[in-house]
C-alpha cells in the first residue's frame, strides 16, 4: 500500500511527462519551422540533453544533503523557464542558452533530476521485496502519461492547424503548455513530506562511498545503452515516420500513443519475470529482441509493417526499465541512492546528448536517414551483452 507521498511521487511522474510526451512529438516540427535546419536542429537538442546533464549532475548528488523536496523543486522551475523561453524566440543562440540551463525533453523520456530522486523518495517509503513492482508501476504510469501527452500534442497542434492557425503557432502552443506543467509540477513537490528524505547525508565522492566503482561500470554501459537510443529519440523518430510515409502529427501522435501504451503494461509483466529470473536477466533477455526489432523498422516497405514493428518493439522495449531502476535502489545503501540514481542517469543523458547531433545529420540525407536505425540496434545488442557478462552474478540482498 503506498503512503500519501507514494500517490504524490506518481502524481508528479504522471504531469511531468505527459509533458513530456506532448512536446516530444512537435518540438523537431516546432523547431524546423522557426527557420532552423535540421542539422541545427540536431545540435540543440544535443545541447540541451548537455544541459540537463549538468542540471542534474548537481541537484541529485546534493538531494540527500540539501533535501529531496527543495531539489525538486528547482528541477520543475527550470522546466517551467525552458518551456516559456522555446515559446518566446526563435534566435538559434538564445534557444541554445535556454534549452542548455532550462530542462527539456526532446525523446518523450525522463530528463533533468526529478527520476533517480523521486526513485529514492519511493525506495524510502516502500519495503524491499515490493520495490520492482512499485517501479514497475511506477513506469506503467509514466508510460501511459507519454502516451496521452504524446496523443494530446500531436492532437492539439492538428487540430489547431485545421483553423487559421499557423503550423508554427499551433505548435508554439504546446511548448507553452509544457511551461504550465512545470508550474504545476512545481506546485506539486511542495506537498512532498519529511517521509521521503534519507536521515543519513551521503558521503563520498557525489554522495557517493564505497558502492562507486559498482556505480561507474554501471554508468558506462548506461551511457552506450543510451547513446545508441539518442539516434532514435521519439522526436526524430517521428519526424522519420513524417520524411518516409508522409505521416501528419495527428497520426504520429497515435502511433506513439498506442507504442507507450504498450511500452507501459510490459512493465508489470517484467516485475514479474524478474520476480523469476533475476533483474539482470530480466533485463538482458527481454531487451535483446526489442534491439533486433528496431533495427527491423527502416526495412519495412510500408506504414502499417513500420508501425507494427515500431509497436512490437515497445511492447518489450521498457521491461528492462523498472528492472534497471530497483536493481541500482537495491545494490547501494539508502543514503546513497539520490545519487546513484543521478551519477548513472546522468551517464544516460551523456551518451544520449552526444547522438542527435550525429543523428541529425544523417537525417537530413534522405538516403542515409535510415541509418540511425541500425546503429542504435547494434549499439543496444553491444549494451546487452557487456551487461550481461558484468552483472549477472551481482544479486540484491533480497534476492
Known amino acids: 500500500m503506498l503512503t500519501r507521498d507514494g500517490w504524490l511521487l506518481f502524481l508528479t511522474r504522471c504531469t511531468r511527462l505527459f509533458a513530456y510526451g506532448a512536446l516530444s512529438v512537435v518540438l523537431v516540427f516546432y523547431l524546423t519551422s522557426l527557420g532552423l535546419s535540421t542539422s541545427q536542429t540536431g545540435v540543440l537538442l544535443t545541447l540541451t540533453l548537455v544541459g540537463d546533464t549538468v542540471v542534474s549532475l548537481y541537484l541529485t548528488t546534493q538531494a540527500d544533503r540539501i533535501g529531496r ?3 525538486l523543486i528547482v528541477g520543475a522551475i527550470l522546466m517551467a523557464a525552458a518551456g516559456l523561453a522555446f515559446a518566446s524566440t526563435r534566435n538559434f543562440a538564445f534557444l541554445v542558452v535556454a534549452g542548455t540551463i532550462g530542462v527539456i525533453s526532446p525523446s518523450g523520456n525522463e530528463v533533468g533530476p526529478f527520476l533517480s530522486i523521486e526513485q529514492a523518495a519511493l525506495s524510502q517509503v516502500v519495503p524491499g521485496h515490493s520495490r520492482t513492482a512499485v517501479f514497475a508501476w511506477y513506469t506503467l504510469v509514466g508510460s501511459f502519461a507519454t502516451a496521452l501527452g504524446s496523443l494530446g500534442g500531436g492532437t492539439l497542434s492538428h487540430l489547431l492547424q485545421k483553423t487559421v492557425t499557423a503550423p508554427v503557432e499551433s505548435y508554439r502552443v504546446v511548448v507553452l503548455l509544457y511551461a504550465v506543467l512545470g508550474v504545476v509540477l512545481a506546485l506539486q513537490f511542495t506537498r512532498l513530506s519529511p517521509a521521503a528524505e534519507v536521515s543519513a547525508p551521503g558521503a563520498g565522492s557525489f554522495g557517493i562511498g564505497r558502492s562507486r566503482s559498482f556505480v561507474l561500470r554501471l554508468s558506462g554501459l548506461f551511457a552506450l545503452d543510451s547513446f545508441g537510443g539518442g539516434f532514435v529519440v521519439q522526436s526524430f523518430a517521428a519526424y522519420w515516420f513524417y520524411l518516409r510515409f508522409g505521416v501528419n502529427p495527428a497520426t504520429l501522435g497515435a502511433i506513439f500513443f498506442w507504442a507507450n501504451v504498450l511500452a507501459g503494461i510490459s512493465a508489470l509483466l517484467a516485475s514479474r519475470l524478474a520476480a523469476r529470473f533475476g533483474l539482470v536477466r530480466t533485463m538482458v533477455f ?10 527491423l523498422v527502416p526495412l519495412m516497405p510500408s506504414l502499417p ?7 512490437a518493439r515497445f511492447s518489450i522495449s521498457q521491461m528492462d526499465v523498472p528492472t ?3 536493481y541500482i535502489m537495491a545494490v547501494v545503501r539508502p543514503e546513497e541512492r539520490s545519487a546513484a540514481g543521478g551519477v548513472t542517469g546522468v551517464a544516460r543523458t551523456i551518451g544520449a546528448a552526444l547522438a542527435p547531433v550525429f543523428a541529425g545529420f544523417l537525417y537530413a540525407r534522405p538516403s542515409l536517414m535510415s541509418v540511425p536505425f541500425f546503429i542504435a540496434g547494434a549499439l543496444k ?17 533480497e534476492a
Request: glycine share 2%; proline share 8%.
Open 324 to 326: 534497471r531502476q530497483s
Open 69 to 71: 523536496r527543495r531539489m
Open 381 to 397: 545488442v553491444l549494451y546487452d551483452l557487456l551487461l550481461y557478462r558484468g552483472f549477472a552474478a551481482v544479486q540484491p540482498p
Open 305 to 311: 509493417l513500420a508501425t507494427l514493428v515500431l509497436l
Open 286 to 295: 527481454t531487451h535483446l529482441p526489442s534491439n533486433i526489432l528496431l533495427i
